[in-house]
């Protein structure tokens, strides 16, 4: 009698496809993940505040920050109604918060529109110094001590700027620092059109 044909000749072939189907679905993931790593605006990062009231949070001023003999007050929400606001979440210690001030000073230049800072988890005499080194474009500069403030801002990070409308409502939000490339093709654009709306 003759043995019968062995049937494992295939096998071999058949195990290597398994063991590479988990190394092909990590190069697919590892791919995709790169994709949408660097293939998306990170300014463009969707908020769930857009279209909702601004928070309602009452914000301590910044100790010391005097303009023309006044204190500059803190932030109290009620501010928001009946102008367009600039609301900008900012930190001495944050390395791009250094490179976009001198545009919001210039941004400040524009009396259609309010300008606040949130000024995030920083020392006093820190933030002080970083406006009087730049320029204070605030009129109005709320102090976010512990993060919480931010939180409710849906803050991922500094710095972070919102585009407030007449009617307390958050517009716009750019995360990340707003740059000479950004400020006339992204966020001037979101301003005027928070000041044409309602007028």
Not at 20 to 33: E, N, Q, R, T
Not at 110 to 136: C, E, P, T, W
Request: aromatic share 8%; glycine share 12%; charged share 20%.
């Amino acid at each position: 009698m003759s043995e019968p044909a062995s049937t494992n000749d295939a096998s071999p072939r058949g195990r290597r496809w398994l063991v590479s189907l988990p190394l092909l679905g990590f190069i697919a993931l590892a791919g995709l993940f790169l994709l949408r790593l660097h293939g998306g605006d990170p300014s463009r990062i969707p908020s769930a505040l857009i279209g909702r009231p601004a928070p309602q949070t009452v914000l301590p001023a910044l100790e010391g920050l005097v303009v023309n003999g006044a204190q500059v007050p803190g932030l109290d929400p009620a501010a928001f109604k009946g102008k367009v606001s600039i609301v900008n979440v900012w930190a001495s210690w944050c390395v791009p918060c250094h490179d976009e001030a001198p545009l919001f000073v210039q941004l400040a230049k524009d009396k259609r529109l309010q300008m606040v800072g949130i000024n995030y988890k920083d020392g006093s005499d820190n933030a002080r110094r970083f406006l009087g080194r730049y320029g204070n474009p605030f009129g109005i500069v709320g102090v976010d001590g512990n993060g919480r403030a931010s939180i409710e801002w849906g803050v991922y990070g500094v710095p972070e700027t919102f585009v407030v409308g007449r009617e307390g409502t958050i517009l716009y939000k750019m995360v990340g620092p707003v740059t000479p490339e950004n400020i006339d093709g992204v966020l001037k654009v979101e301003i005027e059109k928070a000041l044409k709306a309602g007028t």
